[in-house]
T-cell receptor
Framework: KAGVTQTPRYLIKTRGQQVTLSCSPI?????VSWYQQTPGQGLQFLFE???????NKGNFPGRFSGRQFSNSRSEMNVSTLELGDSALYLC????????????FGPGTRLTVT | QKEVEQDPGPLSVPEGAIVSLNCTYS??????FMWYRQYSRKGPELLMY????GNKEDGRFTAQVDKSSKYISLFIRDSQPSDSATYLC????????????FGQGTTLQVKP
């Protein structure tokens, strides 16, 4: 079974730009969660989508948004990029019900200059 | 106070040693506990998942949960250089599906 895939793997953007990251979950998984990982703050939860609806949200500003499509693929968008948005962005997929193990993708490393 | 605390290490042990990694959490509402391993520049890999007090074993790995003390542990037996990685504990409330709270991670080095 293929794992979680994320594209692109690396991105360099400048302040003020916006960026869209993509995540394809494991086949059959309906939940996708997004996390931000930085050396200072560690892994922090951004939001979760289940069946195209946002089910949980972390404490991030509104510049961070996401969506999920009918095939469970998910995108995350960050508008008006700031230097502090430089991080590894990880998505994790799960069934969304019952046993709730989350499986992570390799991440997208975003650098904001 | 952070919801979950984990000693960041680094922890250095000789090959073959037993490794003990630990986390404490603050709220008894957390009922699900996970351990992830993360190699440099990779995504976290799920090692263990448990929701009850006691021990759960999988090969060289044993996860231990003590809900009365709000303390979780991961033991690695016969450690190998390939175990060198960052180990992250994660916790979840029953109601917050999809939202994991992570510890800071412990960096482990196993020396040959």
């Amino acid at each position: 079974k293929a794992g979680v895939t994320q594209t692109p793997r690396y991105l360099i953007k400048t302040r003020g730009q916006q960026v869209t990251l993509s995540c394809s979950p494991i086949s059959g998984h309906r939940s996708v969660s997004w996390y931000q990982q930085t050396p200072g703050q560690g892994l922090q939860f951004l939001f979760e989508y289940f069946s195209e609806t946002q089910r949980n949200k972390g404490n991030f500003p509104g510049r961070f948004s996401g969506r999920q499509f009918s095939n469970s693929r998910s995108e995350m968008n960050v508008s008006t990029l700031e230097l502090g948005d430089s991080a590894l962005y990880l998505c994790a997929s799960s069934h969304g019900q019952g046993p709730y193990e989350q499986y992570f993708g390799p991440g997208t490393r975003l650098t904001v200059t | 106070q952070k919801e979950v605390e984990q000693d960041p290490g680094p922890l250095s042990v000789p090959e073959g040693a037993i490794v003990s990694l630990n986390c404490t959490y603050s709220n008894s509402a957390f009922q699900y506990f996970m351990w992830y391993r993360q190699y440099s520049r990779k995504g976290p890999e799920l090692l263990m998942y448990t929701y009850s007090s006691g021990n759960k074993e999988d090969g060289r790995f044993t996860a231990q949960v003590d809900k009365s003390s709000k303390y979780i542990s991961l033991f690695i037996r016969d450690s190998q250089p390939s175990d060198s990685a960052t180990y992250l504990c994660a916790i979840r409330r029953p109601s917050n599906t999809g939202k994991l709270i992570f510890g800071q991670g412990t960096t482990l080095q196993v020396k040959p």
